[in-house]
């Protein structure tokens, strides 16, 4: 990692893709700024440590969040 650089994790529910697939487009657009970006289903995250910033991306099903999401 690169001084200064802001490390950026995001986690997303998804349960059809289309949320993966956001979250995967917004992590190129920040890397094209400089961010150095982790995209990881939320499933797989346990630690959030190493991370300057938190970003969960989640479906919205019936009004409510995933579940996976909460």
């Known amino acids: 990692m690169v001084a200064g650089t802001t490390r950026i994790l995001i986690g997303y ?7 993966r697939d956001i979250a995967i ?4 657009t ?3 700024h400089g961010g150095d970006v982790d ?3 939320v499933d ?9 910033a938190v970003v969960l ?4 099903y ?3 969040m995933n579940l996976g999401a909460r």
């Open 13 to 19: 529910a998804s349960r059809f893709g289309s949320t």
């Open 25 to 28: 487009r917004f992590a190129d």
């Open 30 to 32: 920040v890397r094209t």
């Open 39 to 41: 995209v990881r289903s």
């Open 44 to 52: 797989e995250i346990s630690d959030f440590g190493p991370y300057d």
């Open 57 to 60: 991306d989640s479906g919205v």
């Open 62 to 64: 019936d009004g409510a």
